[in-house]
Structures are given as C-alpha cells and as structure tokens.
C-alpha cells in the first residue's frame, strides 16, 4: 500500500489539505460509506510521512474487519471508494484555484437544463471578467477564445439573436488563440534545436512570419513577444532581432505573467549564451543585464525563494564581466532568499568563487575549508576551486595531496556521473603534469601540452589553458 496511488497522492498534501480533505470525505454529500471513512481515519493517522509499515494492506483489513481473515478484493472495493474520494477532492480544489474553469463548469450545466436567462448572464458577467482583462500569458487567450465561441454556439442553439458574440469574432479570437500557442512553442521547440543540436520539423512557421506583419489586429503585445523571440532564434545571425524582444521584455514585463517572463527570458538567454559560445564576447555583457532584471523585478524566484542555480549563474556572469563589488553585494544581500537547507553551502562556494576571480586565494581557501558540503557537485566544484588554489599560491604539497583525495572520491562516488568523472580526472591528471613540471621533474611543455590535446574535455579547461599557455 505504500506505493499505491492514493498513498502517493496523500505524501503530496500540505497539512491544511489533509485537513481540508477530511472534511470532505466526511461530508454526507460526497460519500455515505462508513468503511471508507475508519479507513481513512486508519491511513491518515499515518500522515504527514505515510511510511509506517503498519500501513499494509493486511493491517489496514484487521482494522475495518477485525472478525474476518484477509480478504483482498473486500479491501481493494473500499480502497476503490477512497481513492475516488480523494481524486474528487484534488479536481475540486484544483476549480478553486482556476479562475474561470467553475464558472465553464457552471455555464455548461446551465445549458444542459435550458436554463436560459440564467446562462445568459452568467455568460454576460464572465464575458465582461474576461474580456476587462488584458492577456497575460498565452492561456488567457483559450479563455477570451471560449467564452466567445460559447456565447456564438449557444445563440445559434437557441436563436437567440440577443447575443453579442459573433461568428468574426469567433474566427478572429481563435486566431489569436492558435498564435498566440504557435509562436510560443515554436519558440520552444527551435530553443531546444539551438541547445541541444537536434532537428525538429516544424510546419506553417516559415508561413506564419511571413504574414505575420500584415495582421495589426492580431499584434498583440505578447503574440508580438512571441513572434520577435522565434525571429531571434531562427534569424540568429540578425542582432537587431535580440535587442527589440530585449527592448519589448522591459517595456511590458509589468504586463506579464510570470511563468510567461520566465519562458520569454530564457529564450532570450539561451540566444546570448549561444553567441557567447560561438564567440560574440559582448553577448556577455548582455546574459549579465538579463540575470540583473531577472533578479532586481524576481521573475525568476519561486514562492518567495530564489533557485540556487540562478544564484550560481548569477554569479558566474557577473564574475566573468568583472563586476566584483556588484557581484559581492548580491551575494550578501540574495543568499538570505536561497532554500534554507542550501544557503549555506551556496553562499560559500560563491564567494569563494568571486574571490578567486578577485585573486584573494587565502580568502579562498579559508572559505573552502569552513564547510563541509552536503551536495556533490558543490564538492566537486569546491575542489575544483581549491586545486586552482594551491597552484596559483604555488602550495604543491597540499595539493598534491588534495589531488591524490580528489581521485579517490571521483572514482568511489555514484552520484557522480561517467561524463563528469571523466572531465575532473582529465582536470586531475593535467594539474599532476603541472605540478611535476614546476617542481622540477623529468617531465617537458610539449609533453603536458601533447597530454592536454588527448584530453580534450576537462573541468576548468580555460584555466587549465592559461597555466600551460604560461609555461
């Protein structure tokens, strides 16, 4: 019972949802079952965890019929029951927090009953909700598409020349619907062509911009986003389309919701960190300003918190254009907005990062050794750091040490998969030949350079460049 699906439905519950289910499987409206309700009452004494290994499926039948010997089919009816109950509670809370879907709901069951003035004005209220309001994402254009296509099928059902929708209307909100859809996910399917090398077969696209200009009153502000965002990722060579959907973002993001920023900044981001790696360095400058809007307007947090992989990049971006102060006081000020359980971990790699960038190497490694890291990859990266460390102060013995742990720990960690193994022990391997060069060992530049071109991929590649470059 521990894996089934109203267990797993159960785990995902807040303690005020479990509460509120209560009283839904409580309610005489929704269920008259007296066993679905001592099973409940058993299973959620169980909660918040739901891991008891009481909580079986013959534990949970002596419960509801102590008299009787196990029978599974008896308990799978009433376990039928409950899961039906709590899937009504999910689809019920989840019309709740959906603006208009209650009032669709309530719409067709008006329709159903041929309850005619009724319909009509619960129509009229929720045309003129909609309709006041400017679309924010590309959903909102579904519901301006089907409260209008409801009030034209409905006047054509029942003759009723009184309705305002009309069929142009229909056809001209269904367009802006499917472009609005189109382009967004056009958008979404060349971004990922662009990041991960793939070919996708797309139809109607090439159309679509090609007349997309002759339909001023389709333009609206986001299918216009949308619309230069795709011409920036298929026309990438053409900058001018980057800087007018950058221009656009700053103008209209106040107009936006922000699931429908986040995908439009990513877009936007992906493009430049494509030009940065293909060799348009300015597209540097360009991720920093976006990772500054993203952070200063917080598009990009989430309920309050700010994901620690855009504090990462966030700082990497602004280390890279050598924006320390900047960079420095957003660590201060931001790490308070990082998951608590990584906030520790995050801020100390980060600035241990920014003052290797600073080349404040004793600040590194009194940061690095103040912590022991719970994540993986902030220990490989933390080593990373520390091995670039040593060797910029010219402290071998240490590293040479650090080196030799580092191997081990790569070779014995399974989170670690076999791509990233294998770029830190190339990073080990080249660093060992560096080290045997500066401390005097039979071992040549043409060597350590003829080792590095067989070991093409590696952690801190560029770093690793410059070290030899130096030789």
């Avoid at 690095?368 to 490989?380: G, H, K, M, N, P």
């Amino acid at each position: 019972m521990h894996q089934s699906k109203p267990i797993r439905i159960l785990k995902s519950l807040s303690s005020w949802e479990l509460k509120s289910l209560d009283d839904y499987i409580r309610s005489p409206f929704f269920n008259k079952n007296e066993k679905v309700i001592e099973a409940w009452e058993y299973i959620s004494g169980f909660a918040p965890g739901f891991e008891d290994q009481k909580l079986g499926m013959e534990f949970c039948f002596k419960h509801l019929f102590p008299q009787e010997d196990y029978q599974s089919q008896k308990l799978r009816y009433v376990m039928t029951d409950l899961t039906r109950l709590i899937e009504g509670f999910l689809i019920s809370k989840n019309l709740e927090e959906k603006p208009y879907e209650r009032e669709f709901v309530l719409l067709d069951a008006l329709e159903q009953r041929n309850l005619d003035k009724d319909f009509q004005e619960t129509h009229r209220k929720l045309k003129k909700k909609i309709l006041s309001t400017d679309p924010q994402n590309s959903d909102d254009f579904v519901d301006v598409f089907r409260i209008v296509e409801k009030g034209y099928l409905y006047g054509v059902k029942t003759q009723n020349r009184n309705d305002q929708s009309t069929v142009d209307q229909v056809v001209n909100t269904l367009d802006q619907c499917y472009l609005a859809k189109k382009l967004r996910y056009s958008c979404e399917v060349i971004n990922r062509a662009n990041v991960l090398n793939q070919s996708y077969e797309l139809f109607l696209t090439k159309e679509i911009s090609n007349v997309f200009p002759l339909f001023s009153q389709l333009n609206h502000q986001l299918i216009q986003l949308y619309f230069i965002t795709l011409q920036t990722l298929i026309d990438g060579e053409n900058q001018n389309h980057f800087f007018q959907l950058k221009g656009l973002l700053e103008e209209h993001s106040d107009q936006l919701s922000l699931n429908e920023l986040r995908n439009l900044y990513a877009f936007a981001l992906n493009y430049c960190i494509k030009k940065l790696n293909t060799g348009n360095a300015e597209f540097g400058q360009q991720i920093f300003e976006l990772y500054q809007t993203l952070v200063e307007k917080r598009i990009i947090f989430e309920d309050g918190k700010l994901p620690v992989p855009h504090f990462k990049n966030t700082v990497a971006i602004g280390t890279r254009m050598k924006e320390y102060d900047w960079v420095e006081a957003f660590i201060e000020k931001y790490h308070h907005f990082l998951p608590e359980e990584e906030a520790k971990n995050a801020y100390t790699y980060n600035m241990a990062y920014l003052q290797f960038a600073r080349g404040n190497y004793s600040q590194v490694k009194r940061l690095l050794s103040a912590v022991e890291f719970t994540d993986v990859f902030y220990q490989t990266d933390a080593k990373t750091t520390l091995i670039k460390t040593y060797y910029e102060l010219e402290e071998f013995e240490p590293l040479i040490y650090l080196l030799g742990s580092f191997k081990v720990y790569l070779k014995r960690n399974k989170q670690i998969s076999d791509y990233q193994r294998k770029l830190y022990l190339n990073l080990v391997r080249i660093t060992q030949a560096l080290v045997k060069y500066q401390l005097g060992e039979k071992i040549t530049v043409a060597q350590i350079k003829e080792k590095m071109d067989k070991l093409p991929n590696m952690a801190a590649k560029q770093w690793v460049a410059q070290k030899v470059g130096k030789l």
